[in-house]
């Protein structure tokens, strides 16, 4: 199954606090189910702006701490994706703004992540989306 690492607490956002927007340099064309794999570093810097920003959206993160990170945490469908130049919601100005719809949690799966999109082998997948 296709998987992309997105760092803390984005990674949480995505499948616990709504956030339907994910943000990047690159377009995909992929529609359909992704795994959300939470990626391995955040500095404390990272999850500080990251923090302010998602109160800013009314939405309070749990501590870095206590994240989980090295892990497959969910399942999201891509829907769409646009290039935007202005800020909206969760997207930020000149990303392309993938939309996201359907957030699912699964059991976590320790996975090492990669850049760009990735495969998880299906059976590890399987064990824990059922």
């Given at each position: 199954m296709k998987a992309i690492s997105?760092?803390?607490p984005w990674a949480w956002a995505i499948i616990y606090a709504l956030k339907d927007i994910e943000?990047?340099?690159?377009?995909?064309?992929?529609?359909?189910d992704i795994l959300i794999h939470a990626a391995k570093t955040c500095t404390k810097k990272e999850y500080q702006s990251a923090r302010e920003f998602c109160q800013g959206m009314?939405?309070?993160?749990?501590?870095?701490?206590?994240?989980?990170?090295g892990q497959v945490i969910g399942i999201?469908?891509?829907?769409?994706?646009?290039?935007?130049?202005?800020?909206?919601?969760?997207g930020m100005?000149?990303?392309?703004?993938?939309?996201?719809e359907?957030?699912?949690?699964?059991?976590?799966?320790?996975?090492?992540?990669?850049?760009?999109?990735?495969e998880v082998p299906d059976d590890l997948v399987m064990e824990v989306a059922a």
């Open positions: 997105v760092r803390q943000n990047r340099g690159w377009p995909i064309h992929y529609r359909g009314g939405v309070v993160i749990p501590e870095l701490i206590s994240l989980r990170r999201v469908t891509i829907v769409d994706c646009r290039f935007s130049q202005v800020a909206s919601g969760w100005p000149g990303q392309y703004h993938w939309k996201l359907n957030p699912r949690e699964i059991t976590p799966i320790p996975y090492i992540g990669r850049l760009g999109i990735f």
